[in-house]
């Protein structure tokens, strides 16, 4: 069972409270996504669902039970985080580090097994890593580092994972082959991921359940269809955009608008040009030529005059 919730969670740095009775039921085996601002308190909910802080009030439920009477081995059977920016001892190689991924499983009566064996493999394989095994983390390119520390998480057999930004610092190619492999894991497997991004059309690409951050609270949450509008946007990210769909899955897609006066009327003055360059019709050309030649000039006015406002 993958169950993971937070009930009347209170979270602080000092005497600041960042959550105060905090709710919220993660979907068993959905892809579900935090997003907000910078600040708004994603990683650090997401860090308490993995205890790795501990709340001043309230509890995290896991599969069942309070995350805090458990033991680190019981925790880390059901669950798996991936931290912001992960780093491996200098020399370890990826085969080594999917190996981390079997620790809950061993003990003084438990050796290492044919088992233990078989599922690195698999996650090696899962991953697309299987020729890189022999390889030291630390001569990967971004992307395979990724998929290496997400083949640690697969050996874990978790039915939940949590990732803290896992696109940070890759390229767009990197970030959506991680957000694939992620996207099969979760369909294949049917694993519980929750993880933060702060790409919000790649969010809305890719989560069945969005999480809206605002100030410490929950702003919204639901299917990105149902919930991700220009007021959402607004409301979360003071930022006034347009929402269209996206031409190829029909999720919400985000266009910012532009809030620099110099650049929109550059856009409109570019725009004003291509209508009077545009082809007139044929019939009226010559009737129309002086107006053209009166009305041209107005529009250049009122391009430049956009710029001094």
Partial sequence: MGTLEAK?????YGSAYIFENLNLSIPEGKITVFIGSNGCGKSTLLRSMARLLKPQRGSVILAG??????????????????PQGPTAPEGLTVLQLVKQGRYPYQSWLKQWSKEDEQVVQQALEATGMSELAERPVDALSGGQRQRAWIAMTLAQETPIILLDEPT???????????????????????????????????????????????????EAQGAPNEIVDEQLIENVFRLKCEIIPDPLYGTPLCIPHDNCRLRAARALAQQQRKVDSSPRDSVSEEGNHEEEETVA?????????SVSV
């Fill in 65 to 82: 039970s309070d995350i805090s009477s458990m033991s680190t081995k019981e925790v880390a059977k059901k669950l798996a985080i991936l």
């Fill in 168 to 218: 940070t610092y890759l390229d767009l190619t990197h970030q959506i082959e991680v957000l694939d492999l992620l996207y099969e894991m979760n369909d294949r497997d049917k694993r519980t991921i929750v993880m933060v991004l702060h790409d919000i059309n790649l969010a809305c690409r890719y989560a069945d359940h969005v999480v809206a951050i605002r100030d410490g609270r929950i």
């Fill in 297 to 305: 000039p107005k529009k250049e006015l009122v391009a430049a005059s």
């Fill in 8 to 12: 009347e969670l209170g979270l602080s």
